[in-house]
């Protein structure tokens, strides 16, 4: 039997005000290329004080953890949610303090994908595959050997619902983003 990763994450935004804990190892980690992620990525890094958040091919790293193994430690009164549109059913979390996006979450999902660069460096896991590259910039090649798929793939949906599973396909709410959603459209 696999020995359980049983690690402890800290994953805080840029100034320190919000943190968050991960527990165990992420489901997966991966670079999103859909055109949503770019947006959104786009519109972060314009904000006022904004680090990067899209790579230099346009993807967005995240990790992606079990919903019952991430909580707030603090900052929880920071965290604002931001949407696409108002009927979307992905919300990404924002640190307003410092202008930090921490995690991104499907409506009714069990996981949370959580921006990579929100952990620290030295326990920040390596991206395992990409997904969504059908939507990527135009002219971005990928030459690396990294697995690249053109939408999800059928091992990224085996890993999402293998977890689900061991979750007792439970979807627990989140109770620390409160608030009403700003959309971004």
């Not at 968050?20 to 947006?39: F, N, R, Y």
């Not at 991430?70 to 202008?99: F, H, I």
């Amino acid at each position: 039997m696999p020995r359980q990763d049983r690690a402890i994450r800290t994953v805080s935004c840029r100034c320190g005000g919000v943190e968050l804990e991960a527990s165990g190892a992420p489901i997966l980690t991966a670079a999103c290329h859909c055109k949503s992620c770019q947006k959104a990525g786009q519109q972060f890094e314009s904000l006022p004080g904004a680090e990067k958040v899209l790579g230099s091919d346009g993807g967005t790293d995240f990790a992606l953890f079990r919903k019952d193994r991430v909580r707030c430690l603090k900052g929880q009164d920071a965290l604002a949610e931001r949407r696409l549109k108002p009927t979307s059913k992905t919300r990404r979390v924002v640190a307003t303090c410092c202008n930090s996006p921490m995690f991104l979450e499907f409506t009714n999902g069990h996981w949370l994908s959580i921006y990579n660069a929100r952990l620290p460096a030295d326990a920040r896991p390596a991206v395992e595959m990409r997904t969504m590259t059908a939507d990527r910039r135009p002219g971005v090649a990928f030459d690396d050997g990294l697995p690249s798929y053109s939408r999800h793939s059928g091992r990224f949906m085996w890993k999402l619902m293998s977890a689900w599973a061991a979750m007792g396909f439970r979807s627990p709410k989140l109770d620390y983003v409160r608030g009403e959603p700003d959309v971004q459209g």
